[in-house]
DNA sequence: GCCAACGTTGGC
DNA sequence: GCCAACGTTGGC
């Protein structure tokens, strides 16, 4: 069975809770914490294995793309829902209703140059990139292919 | 540290 | 169902 052409995808992390360097270090891990329910939609409904990925450094100093990363499993429930004792804990979120998912990543490129907001708000091709726009909350947002081709340029590299 | 933007909550 | 209050995000 063909598979649909990959998506891309940017996803944000705060670099000093786990950077794109603590992804290439571990080799995999689940996008956990996700608590807003348009980017759990796009997770648990859009995202599928071999999506690519924009790893967002946010809060970071400079906030911009660190890397290049894959969709390696599709949305199952996200366990630090349950776990009282996690920062992410849903007290209402039940076991045998799930409300939260998340998916597996892994590293798939390194980018030549790590790739600042300044550097996106620069490129022409770039001018419409969700995560360019004022008030921009959205921790998982879709990218077109011709805004990750623009993005993999400015990180120096041909393809991912 | 500031604060704009936005999502969520809860009183009514 | 409205909307004010509140909490969070995240750039600067």
């Known amino acids: 069975m063909p598979r649909r052409e990959p998506r891309y995808w940017l996803m944000k992390s ?8 603590d992804l290439v270090r571990e080799k995999r891990t689940f996008w956990d914490g996700v608590r807003n329910y348009q980017a759990r939609n796009l997770m648990r409904d859009e995202m599928k294995v071999g999506d690519r990925v924009l790893f967002y450094h946010s809060n970071a100093d400079p906030p ?5 990363a894959k969709i390696v499993k599709e949305a199952y429930p996200d366990p630090t829902q349950f776990d009282p004792k996690d920062a992410h804990f849903d007290p209402k979120s039940k076991p045998e ?19 600042s907001r300044e550097d ?10 969700g995560v360019l726009r004022r008030g921009n ?10 805004e990750w081709r623009a993005v993999l340029a400015l990180g120096g590299v041909k393809s991912g």
């Open 120 to 129: 996106l708000r620069g490129a022409p091709k770039l001018k419409d990139m």
């Open 97 to 115: 209703d799930p409300r939260w998912v998340v998916v597996d990543l892994a590293p798939l490129k390194k980018l030549k140059r790590f790739v």
């Open 64 to 68: 911009g793309v660190a890397g290049l």
């Open 14 to 21: 705060e670099p000093s809770v786990y950077s794109f360097d």
């Open 137 to 146: 909350r959205l921790s998982v947002q879709p990218v077109t292919p011709g």
